[in-house]
């Protein structure tokens, strides 16, 4: 129908929403220049990273 795929940590139900993985959100990190040193997707999910 045109739109977009969905991808791992993806979800419809009630409504469209990604939930990044760490394996995303450690890209998305890197690619920043940071380097992730926490990480937990207990009840809320939070990450830190460190600048390089």
Known sequence: ???ELIEPG???VPDYV???TK???ER???EAGFELIMYS???Y???V???K
């Open 1 to 3: 129908m045109g739109g």
């Open 10 to 12: 993806d979800t419809l």
């Open 18 to 20: 990604h939930y990044f």
């Open 23 to 25: 394996d995303e959100i």
């Open 28 to 30: 998305e990190f890197k």
């Open 41 to 43: 997707n207990d009840e």
């Open 45 to 47: 999910g939070h990450a």
């Open 49 to 51: 990273g460190l600048a």
